[in-house]
């Protein structure tokens, strides 16, 4: 199967993306922010967005205030202004604001669980945009906003950093980032500036056309080689399965964070620190996850899929459903939530088990404890948050009935033994940073573990090509029924 663009290789093919340095914070943030400027250089290349929760009913002088610390540009923005290079720009009170196509958008604000996640809606919108060329900076501040968001920009290959708490006059904001473990960078505002002046220098930032680059700096074969046996012999592993395109951009990514230029010297650094062989092993896992992700597939699951798999079953055959790729939970108990609606609507009582792996072993073990703060619960409705979690100290807990349900294991897909009898398979956004032989794979595994009537769901930007495995039933939501086919030669012994 041939591999689908991702949206990451879309956008950097995309020329004079410069980067874009995203300020968030709240509380105590004006004497951060003030700090950060005074020691920024004003011919870095980047251009820089500050994001301050102010009071709705009182008009601003952070423009104001901020002109006096920079000689660059601080403009309050309004709708429909266009970014460039070594300019300033504040949102104004009272809005939300997005980044799209260089252009940024204000709209009324509006409150996710009694929060005001105007960081986290910027630091979504930068992370689509610019990619590896989004950084986010969140400061003093007294709330969880901004921890989503810094964790999609990690995934899009971009740099993150966080206000230390001892410099921070509010901390909880910036510790929630860390906590997150998606910050590369905890300092103070005038060692950020630094930073960010250091990072503005590297080749991959620099230049214009960061895909052209890639080829480039990393073309060194037997680096990225030495680089893969590193990988392997630390975590079994095999990357040379993987998207090349996709792991290569991530290495260059940390090569970016110690100031890197060469491949061989990042290789002798990887030599020399062996910690520095787990952090890219991380980096290279890191998936954008959260609850019910594209809401209408789990409406599509529940009108099209779990009315068959439920049909004519027996208390004694349970529903089995294999959540591959699941990262940190959030996949996994929002099926199980909704399949769960599901059933108590229909007056249905069935068994159900949820299969969930993944190969970061972190992410598992986070998503066996089931505990999520409130920034990360934002799409899970008031009606589910009371039924189906439990408040717990910094945020809620999957509730013991759900959490029962759902069996989490480490698995590598490409070389562990497949789950079997299975009435569904979601695998959403995991082909992306597979090479197509292993794609292809991969979907003769997911046919073989099936039942006769089992389906496949994969992510939005994701396809099956095979005709002869699988039929398409819901086409905007990428489900697929199981083929019976004679051409699957799957075998569980397998090797690749």
Same mark, same amino acid.
């Given at each position: 199967m041939a591999s689908q663009p991702s949206n990451e290789e879309q956008q950097d093919n995309q020329n004079e993306l410069f980067p874009i340095v995203a300020i968030g914070a709240s509380a105590g943030g004006l004497e951060a922010f003030t700090q950060l400027l005074s020691h920024l250089p004003i011919d870095s290349g980047m251009a820089f967005v500050l994001i301050q929760h102010l009071s709705p009913n009182q008009k601003s002088l952070l423009t104001e205030i901020l002109s006096r610390t920079t000689k660059m540009p601080v403009i309050e923005v309004h709708d429909g202004m266009s970014v460039e290079r070594n300019h300033v720009y504040v949102i104004p009170p009272n809005t939300k604001m $997005?980044?799209?196509?260089?252009?940024?958008k204000?709209? @009324?604000? =509006? !409150?996710?669980?009694?929060?005001?996640?105007?960081?986290?809606?910027?630091?979504?919108s930068l992370a689509e945009e610019r990619r590896s060329r989004a950084i986010a900076v969140v400061l003093s501040g007294g709330d969880s906003d901004g921890t989503r968001g810094v964790e999609t920009i990690k995934a899009a290959g971009g740099i993150t950093f966080a206000q230390c708490e001892d410099t921070a006059k509010v901390s909880s904001m910036p510790n929630t980032a860390v906590a997150s473990g998606y910050v590369d960078f905890i300092l103070p505002p005038q060692a950020i500036a630094q930073e960010l002046a250091k990072i503005s220098c590297h080749p991959y930032i620099k230049r214009p056309t960061p895909l052209k680059l890639v080829e480039e700096l990393l073309e060194g074969e037997d680096a990225i080689a030495t680089i893969f046996h590193q990988l392997r012999d630390a975590t079994g592993v095999d990357f040379n399965h993987y998207n090349q395109t996709i792991l290569r951009k991530r290495i260059l990514r940390r090569m970016v964070l110690y100031k890197i230029e060469r491949l061989e010297d990042y290789v002798r650094y990887l030599q020399e620190n062996p910690e520095e062989v787990s952090a890219l092993y991380q980096d290279l896992l890191v998936a954008l996850t959260c609850f019910f992700r594209?809401? !209408?597939?789990? =409406?599509?699951?529940?009108? !099209?899929?779990?009315?068959? $798999?439920? !049909?004519?079953?027996? @208390?004694? %055959? @349970?529903?089995?459903?294999?959540?591959?790729? +699941? %990262?940190?939970? =959030? =996949?996994?108990?929002?099926?199980? $939530? +909704?399949l769960l609606e599901y059933l108590e609507d229909q007056g249905i009582y069935l068994p159900i088990k949820i299969f969930a792996t993944d190969l970061n072993e972190v992410a598992i073990e986070k998503a066996r404890i089931g505990i999520y703060k409130p920034s990360q619960l934002a799409d899970v409705s008031p009606e589910r948050l009371k039924r189906f979690f439990v408040p717990v100290e910094g945020g809620y807990q999957i509730s013991k009935s759900v959490r029962e349900l759902c069996i989490f294991a480490k698995q590598n897909l490409i070389s562990d033994p497949p789950f079997s009898k299975l009435d569904l398979i979601t695998c959403r956004n995991v082909l992306t940073y597979l090479g197509s032989h292993v794609q292809k794979k991969l979907l003769s595994i997911f046919h073989y573990s099936l039942n006769s009537t089992g389906f496949l769901m994969l992510g939005t930007s994701e396809t099956v090509s095979d005709n002869n495995l699988f039929t398409l039933v819901g086409r905007k939501y990428k489900i697929y029924s199981r083929k019976m086919s004679t051409q699957n030669n799957f075998r569980l012994g397998f090797t690749l």
């Open positions: $997005i980044i799209s196509q260089g252009v940024l204000l709209m @009324p604000r =509006e !409150k996710s669980h009694g929060i005001n996640m105007t960081v986290d809606a910027f630091f979504f594209d809401p !209408k597939s789990f =409406e599509a699951l529940k009108s !099209k899929v779990f009315p068959i $798999i439920a !049909k004519a079953r027996t @208390p004694e %055959s @349970p529903i089995r459903i294999w959540v591959a790729g +699941c %990262s940190t939970g =959030e =996949e996994a108990y929002s099926i199980t $939530i +909704c």
